[in-house]
């Protein structure tokens, strides 16, 4: 209440501001206006006035910046994001916070998958006391392993009771439909804290689209057409345009802006980037330039990252927008066609000037439990690996994982030899093995399959941070390679690691869940694209061999996929073994 009275008092003109910015044009994202001769004045972290003139709030200890007809728009917000991958929140802000981003709302199901609560809340602690907000989903936790599959529901009911999280993060349709029993009861809990349920409805169209709806999902990140965009808009589901380091759909969908419809419910979001994608193009700021370059509205990209996002949250109340009483989350930027940062100012502090920052983020120091996360004891051998037969017969069907894209799969059935009780795989055809090792919930267990077209064709490949699971997944030509890469990661605790020859020939220690490297950002793109280098050395031709590796896991993108327990098909939902 204190607050609020001196942030009464300044509008007033009884008590002099803390910052104003004066003589900027300011792009306001509730009418759509551009207002020439536009003064803002703060108090503490909110606005307290803002108008033509702000003169009345000034005072001898206000500091004035003149935008000297700059324009001032709202500080940038990523509504889906995945901080809990690759780097720490300090080393990923130095780049990200200086562009203009003062809010992101991120995932949180990396940390679950494989460190439970307390890992979710020492992730969501490494956030705080931030020069920018953060805020978080709680996690879902749809999995091809029935193990990870869910969250306890007193796990959920004490992540929603923080103000932080604002709702359940992205949840696949297929598996929703699938195993209704296991996400109706949760998504029932979270609606009742009045939080939003984030979705995620790749490839479901018609009846299952309108299905997924039916559950309640207010938002979808993978459309990748403007037709599909326009079908989830009809559902009143917001639609969040990707442009990150996993896929970039923003062109292709861009022709939505001819079609006449409301953009009130379309959001700009990265779902994810890398730390090479971060220091050469920026963050959200290279999104919102690229919609005004794809020829949307200069006002309305910017409402696409700012109160789209917000609304959606129900965080409009606070973030979004320039007006009294709302965070001082700002960025001064030359002009409405040029999405520049000349100064970021977050939470009513200037934490940036012309691309430097000025506020470092602060460091976190991670429990011990979130730095041991690899609980694998034994020592792994290359007998791990073998595929064991005991049917009659020279040869055996077998499912096979076939690569379709860098990331899309199928099932394939081959025949193959059996010699000694043992399942035989010709690396030469692109056949090679792929195993998934659980190190958290059962460390150890193993499962091993085949895959084909991955192109590795000597050595082997494997990380710690496969999607959706609490697994270890590796993938080579050489049974000996896949135990060196296993057990080095274990070593490392927690990373991703190339073996050719019985030698590592590129790693990088990711100490945190297992997921997250605590080195400088530098630094880590450097290990990365060793590592990418090292596996195009082995045959792997795909732009991210170690995106395409993680996936594999993963419940979200078709159709076979991997884990300790099985291959998983999405058409049924089933979990399979190697034999056909």
Known sequence: ??????????????????????????????TGEIQDNQSICTSGARIACVGPDVGHAIGCGTTVLDAAGATLIPGLIDGHAHVASLFTAAEFLRYAARGGTTAIVTETMEAYAVAGIAGVLDFLASLKDQPIKFFATAPAMVSTSRAAMGIDPADLDALLAQDEIIGLGESYWQAVLQNRDVFLPIYARTLAHGKVLEGHSAGARGSNLQ???ACGISSCHEPIKADEVLDRLRLGIYVMVREGSIRRDLAAIAGIKDMVVDTRRLILTTDGISPADLMEMGY??????????????????????????????????????????????????????????????????????????????????????????????????????????DAAGDTATVRVIEMVTDLVTREVRLDLPVAAGEI??????????????????????????????????????????????????????DEKDMALCVNRIRDLRGGAVVCAS???????????????????????????????????????????????????????????????????????????????
Not at 3 to 26: C, E, T, W
Not at 517 to 526: D, G, Q, R, V
């Open 424 to 477: 035989k795989a010709d690396s030469t055809d692109d056949l090679v093995k792929i195993a998934a090792i659980d190190r958290t919930k059962n460390p150890g267990k193993c499962f091993t399959g085949l895959i084909k077209g991955f192109g590795i064709q000597s050595g082997a490949m494997a990380c710690s941070a496969a999607w959706d699971t609490s697994c270890v997944i590796v993938v080579g030509a």
């Open 502 to 580: 019985g030698s590592v020939t590129a790693e990088l220690g990711m100490p945190v869940f297992g997921l997250i490297s605590e080195l400088p950002l530098e630094a880590l793109a450097a290990r990365l694209r060793a590592i990418r280098q090292a596996a195009a050395d082995l045959g792997v031709a795909f732009p991210d061999p170690l995106l395409t590796l993680i996936a594999l896991t993963g419940a979200a993108i078709p159709f076979l996929r991997i884990c300790e327990e099985g291959l998983v098909n999405f058409k049924d939902g089933r979990t399979v073994g190697l034999l056909a």
């Open 284 to 389: 959200m700021e290279y999104l919102v330039q690229k919609a005004i370059d794809c020829g949307f509205n200069p006002v309305t990209a910017v409402q696409m990252a700012t109160l789209n996002v917000a609304a959606h949250f129900g965080l409009d109340d606070r973030i979004g927008g320039i007006a009294p009483g709302k965070f001082a989350d700002l960025v001064l930027i030359p002009d409405p066609q040029t999405i520049k940062a000349m100064c970021v100012v977050s939470n009513g502090r200037i934490i940036a000037r012309d691309g430097n920052l000025e506020v470092a983020p602060r460091k976190h120091v991670f429990a011990a439990a979130s730095l041991n996360s690899i609980r694998i004891s034994r020592t792994f051998g290359p007998s791990d690996f073998c595929l064991p037969c």
């Open 211 to 213: 299905a997924y709806a």
């Open 1 to 30: 209440m204190n607050k609020k009275q001196k942030m009464i008092d300044v509008a007033l003109g009884r008590i002099p501001g803390d910052l104003a910015i004066v003589n900027a044009r300011l792009l306001n994202v509730y």
